[in-house]
């Protein structure tokens, strides 16, 4: 349950995303109030590779972009309930870039999103 497979960044290779919440370590170490730390390796190459590490609540994949909902303090303004911020696949880097940021309201944010922290599909999501 913590591993489940993703395209990120619109190569014909999967990438795997990791819900270090869903490891047996102890309760709390990978969940905060900005969610939990979900990270997103590369398998392209021989070795795998971490190309993006993040508290998110929950994030979609579109093909060469990265959509998260993350805690409003990425947008600039810890006032804010969430933030969407897109990541970009970066070839030359070989890294998820931050391409865009935008504050949304609670639940506008988790229609957004395809799914959790803890790598569960969100019911009735509108991304793809």
Do not use: N
């Not at 395209?7 to 990978?30: I, M, N, W, Y």
């Amino acid at each position: 349950g913590a591993f489940v497979p993703v395209e990120v960044t619109g190569d014909s290779t999967p990438e795997l995303a990791v819900a270090l919440g869903q490891l047996p370590c102890p309760a709390g170490a990978f969940r905060g109030p900005a969610g939990g730390t979900v990270q997103f390796w590369s398998t392209a190459a021989r070795a795998p590779r971490l190309i993006l590490e993040q508290q998110m609540h929950g994030f979609s994949p579109r093909g060469g972009l990265l959509v998260t909902l993350q805690h409003g303090g990425a947008c600039g303004a810890a006032s804010i309930a969430r933030c969407l911020v897109t990541y970009r696949w970066d070839a030359g880097k070989r890294l998820m870039l931050a391409a865009a940021r935008a504050p949304v309201a609670e639940a506008e944010g988790l229609a957004a999103i395809t799914f959790d922290q803890d790598l569960r599909r969100v019911a009735g999501a509108t991304a793809q």
